[in-house]
């Protein structure tokens, strides 16, 4: 046997991409609070984003049926040819507009979508731009594949939204593309459609490629105010360089199921299959089947029935978060979250929140998990929790301030 010298003390080689990736403050917020909740206190929710339903029975069904049957080998890396039809179905009959089932690719979640399209675009020395706030992961998956997040500061004057304006200014010759999410997370904002428009046309011509996370388009508001929903598929040349992420998380309520799709440019394939093959070999087989039924028409009823409710919260929450002190300059439109102003209630949305956790036993997210943009001035209310729990909150909260 060699001698293998001990090295002392031993250390583990820990890559140094780990230091660009910050942890979730959103699941600091839930230790504590799962610290009260040992302690008999009864906590109410409105930090975590994830719809308070379960898939629709139709769904449930399915899953049931898929497992008799045994259903649950490897599938194709790309996904089933029947749920890549059926979502080109549903673009079909939501949006109007056909999308050809063959640039439709399922995934693990909006998440193995994200990492997917990422990793194919970019790599070490490459930039991407933002909005600054933002989900998270999202500049965290850049960090991992070897790329620059490129933050941009969005205030509410612009939605919280990206400007073909700023895009312009901060493009450079490093830049590859941007990401941006409609409606966003943690703002509930969608982009006004002129506006992504004028952003597809810079992209387009700077020869980059333009994703937009849609995981939260199906919970859109105010559509009576012929405020109809559009998809950035819907984009003049869309298949050129417009790449769309959604999944069944949220609208359809699976989160835990990890399944979602994104929508790409043909050239793009080749590349997404062989990476879909090494890291995840397919989506899982069985979420798959079940998720065929959500396209049903009883499923879809149910998902509307969902959505009407989630708006009422949503109408409910506005005005009385404003009677509380918060400000919120641009009203949500979609998701299921509100990003209020604190200045008018303390100096740190962080120290805020904390105070309502203690006190008031409500538990929401300090805006320092979304960005570097005033974080401090922000707060993410989720409105995924029962309208008698919200009311309850909101008076918990009156309470304390
Ligand atoms: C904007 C946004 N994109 C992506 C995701 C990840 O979703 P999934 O569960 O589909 O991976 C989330 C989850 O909260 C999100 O808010």
């Known amino acids: 046997m060699p001698f293998i010298k001990r090295v002392d003390p031993f250390k583990l080689p820990i890559a140094s991409r780990n230091a660009l990736i910050a942890p979730f403050q959103v699941m600091e917020m839930m230790k504590t609070a799962s610290q009260w909740q040992m302690a008999g206190e009864d906590v109410i929710h409105m930090s975590i984003g994830e719809p308070d339903f379960t898939a629709p029975p139709s769904v449930q069904q399915a899953l049931l049926q898929a497992v008799a049957e045994g259903k649950t080998a490897y599938t194709p890396a790309l996904g089933i040819p029947s749920l890549r039809e ?28 994200m990492l997917l399209g990422l990793a194919t675009l970019v ?25 620059t997040a490129k933050l941009l500061a969005c205030g509410p004057e612009q939605r919280f939204q990206l400007t073909a304006t700023q895009l312009t200014s901060h493009w450079s010759e490093k830049t590859r593309g941007v990401l941006i999410a409609s409606p966003s997370n943690p703002t509930g904002t969608t982009i006004a459609w002129p506006e992504l428009q004028a952003i597809q046309e810079e992209v387009i ?15 859109r508001y105010e559509q009576t105010l012929g405020n109809t929903p559009k998809s950035a598929l819907s984009l003049e040349q869309a298949d050129q360089n417009v790449i769309v992420l ?4 949220k609208y359809f309520n699976m989160t835990g199921w990890r399944l979602g799709w994104m929508v790409l440019p043909s050239v793009m394939l080749p590349n ?14 069985l979420a798959q089947q079940a998720a065929l039924a959500c396209f049903r028409t009883d499923s879809l009823a149910i998902y509307e029935t969902r959505r009407l409710q989630f708006e009422q919260r949503r109408n409910y929450l506005l005005p009385a978060l ?7 300059p641009v009203a949500p439109d979609g998701a299921f979250y509100i990003y209020a102003d604190t200045s008018a209630l303390a100096p740190s949305s962080e120290t805020l929140a904390n105070r309502l956790l203690d006190n008031a036993k409500v538990c929401i997210v300090p805006g320092k998990d979304f960005g570097f943009a005033a974080p401090e001035q922000y707060v993410r209310f989720s409105y995924a929790t029962s309208l008698a729990r919200l009311e309850e909150a909101v008076e918990r909260m009156r309470r304390v301030l």
């Not at 949006?95 to 693990?108: E, G, K, L």
């Not at 790599?123 to 790329?147: K, M, T, W």
């Not at 959604?246 to 998380?249: E, I, R, T």
């Open 86 to 113: 059926a979502i080109a179905q549903f673009y079909q009959d939501r949006f109007n507009i056909w999308v050809d089932p063959a640039r439709i690719v399922i995934t693990a979640g909006a998440s193995g979508a």
């Open 123 to 147: 790599g070490q020395g490459d930039e991407v731009l933002l909005p600054d706030p933002s989900y998270p992961c999202n500049r965290h998956f850049i960090a991992v594949v070897g790329a």
């Open 205 to 219: 011509k700077r020869n980059g490629f333009l994703m937009v996370d849609e995981i939260y388009q199906g919970l």
């Open 246 to 249: 959604n999944s069944f998380s």
């Open 272 to 285: 997404i299959e062989k990476l879909a093959q090494n890291l995840f070999i397919c989506p899982s087989a």
């Open 322 to 328: 404003a009677s509380l002190g918060f400000k919120i």
